[in-house]
């Protein structure tokens, strides 16, 4: 399967702890993308990372929240001491980033249902 | 801050009518991507469009570009149940980096 892959596809967490959302780009893309989603609304921006950097994290919340993509592995979305406002699905998109109108074609991944119970 | 707005929000038609809905901004972009998410699913890209007044079909469903690249139309015609699903449209203003997203038009089609 060559596509976006995600990862858990759904988390519960109790209020405090921690959540790792993992994501795997698409084979021979670079650049990825986090969005968040609340039922039946848009999907809102968090972040935008290249391998080993933070290009855009204009949409990421200042406290508890932290993204990063390693030179090696999945991109991870970690969210510390979860609250009950931080359940929602979350996505993870790739895309090449080839500098060609392509790069801005992001390929989603199925996404993490995740509760904070 | 680029702003894309969608309309209508919702819509419930009967299988086989037609319709339009739309992605408009008072920004210019680059291109404009539409996508269609299903519930419990990641959105899945329809089309790009790049160049003002582009006209793209996908079998039933037909996507415009204006002019001056600052709005969108998707227009399907004869709707089937499975349409149904969350249109997305977005937005990109450079030649790499993140899009703008819509919040959507959530579409039903009933049998």
């Known amino acids: 399967n060559a596509g976006v892959m995600q990862n858990p596809r759904h988390l519960v967490r109790r209020r405090g702890q921690e959540a790792r959302l993992r994501c795997s780009p698409m084979k021979g893309h670079s650049h990825v993308y986090w969005y968040r989603q609340l039922p039946e609304e848009g999907l809102k921006f968090m972040v935008y990372?290249?391998?080993?950097?933070?290009?855009?994290e204009s949409g990421m919340p200042k406290e508890r929240f932290s993204a990063e993509f390693p030179k090696e592995g999945p991109s991870i979305l970690r969210i510390q001491q979860v609250v009950r406002g931080d359940s929602a699905a979350y996505f993870c998109a790739s895309s090449m980033g080839q500098g060609s109108f392509s790069s801005y074609e992001q390929y989603f991944g199925p996404g993490t249902r995740l509760t904070v119970t | 801050t680029q702003l894309l707005e969608q309309s209508p929000q919702f819509l419930s038609i009967q299988e086989g009518e037609n319709l339009t809905v739309y992605c408009n901004s008072s920004s210019v972009f680059s291109s404009l991507q539409w996508y269609r998410q299903e519930p419990g699913e990641g959105p899945v890209l329809l089309v790009t469009?790049?160049?003002?007044?582009e006209v793209k079909k996908l079998k039933r469903l037909t996507f415009q570009f204006g002019d001056a690249r600052k709005d969108s139309s998707l227009h399907i015609t004869a709707a089937q149940p499975g349409d149904t699903g969350l249109y997305l449209c977005?937005?990109?203003?450079?030649?790499?980096?993140?899009?703008?997203f819509g919040d959507g038009t959530t579409l039903t089609v009933k049998p």
């Open positions: 990372l290249q391998k080993e950097n933070i290009i855009d």
């Open positions: 469009v790049v160049t003002g007044g």
């Open positions: 977005a937005g990109a203003t450079t030649n790499a980096g993140k899009s703008t």
